[in-house]
T-cell receptor, first 113, second 112 residues
Framework: QKEVEQNSGPLSVPEGAIASLNCTYS??????FFWYRQYSGKSPELIMS????GDKEDGRFTAQLNKASQYVSLLIRDSQPSDSATYLC?????????????FGRGTSLIVHP | SQTIHQWPATLVQPVGSPLSLECTVE??????LYWYRQAAGRGLQLLFY??????ISSEVPQNLSASRPQDRQFILSSKKLLLSDSGFYLC???????????FGAGSRLTVL
């Protein structure tokens, strides 16, 4: 069974610190990797996508991918209380003419003032 | 621009009653459509996906079914709800050949 594993947390960091969120996946043929943010009671929204090994930066967010280690991470610099949410890692493979995203259970992040 | 609508937002149903959740996408054609469920304290579980009208793939066997009667309409149904069907149901779409999901606002189902 293809799995995506995340530490459920909560991960608590002070305002202004770097938050580091990690994710591992089991399916070696996975092609696309995503981080979604989900506020309590709301639907997930895309933060970052990454498709090749290395780092990808977008503002305060950096996604890191290591396919050899089957590892994806998300760094949030200068964390703000508004970053407090659950962060979902998703891994996608192709099949049946469509991409099939599989999600981890999410890591709860708390940024305290 | 593309938008996704999902309804109802909230519903409370007795065990054994039927269910119908509807999802529509505007501003695009031939989208890939998905139904996910998020149970309390658990991750997103893919239930069904569809690449076209009448084409439904089921990821997890259960007492739910899905239908796609029109290009941009995706319906999740059950004939008899179970307590374990409670959860947050999310419809999502991608462009054909793309892999970035956009979610609807979700439907929160409580089965009593």
């Amino acid at each position: 069974q293809k799995e995506v594993e995340q530490n459920s947390g909560p991960l608590s960091v002070p305002e202004g610190a770097i938050a580091s969120l990690n994710c591992t996946y089991s399916d070696r043929v996975s092609q696309s990797f995503f981080w979604y943010r989900q506020y309590s009671g709301k639907s997930p929204e895309l933060i970052m996508s990454i498709y090749s090994n290395g780092d990808k930066e977008d503002g305060r967010f950096t996604a890191q991918l290591n396919k050899a280690s089957q590892y994806v991470s998300l760094l949030i610099r200068d964390s703000q209380p508004s970053d407090s949410a659950t962060y979902l890692c998703a891994v996608s493979r192709s099949g049946g003419g469509s991409y099939i995203p599989t999600f981890g259970r999410g890591t709860s992040l708390i940024v305290h003032p | 621009s593309q938008t996704i609508h999902q309804w109802p937002a909230t519903l409370v149903q007795p065990v054994g009653s039927p269910l119908s959740l509807e999802c529509t996408v505007e501003g695009t054609s031939n989208p890939n459509l998905y139904w996910y469920r998020q149970a309390a304290g658990r991750g997103l579980q893919l239930l069904f996906y569809s690449v076209g009208i009448g084409q439904i793939s089921s990821e997890v066997p259960q007492n739910l079914s899905a239908s796609r009667p029109q290009d941009r309409q995706f319906i999740l149904s059950s004939k008899k709800l179970l307590l374990s069907d409670s959860g947050f149901y999310l419809c999502a779409w991608t462009s054909s050949g793309a892999n970035v999901l956009t979610f609807g606002a979700g439907s929160r189902l409580t089965v009593l």
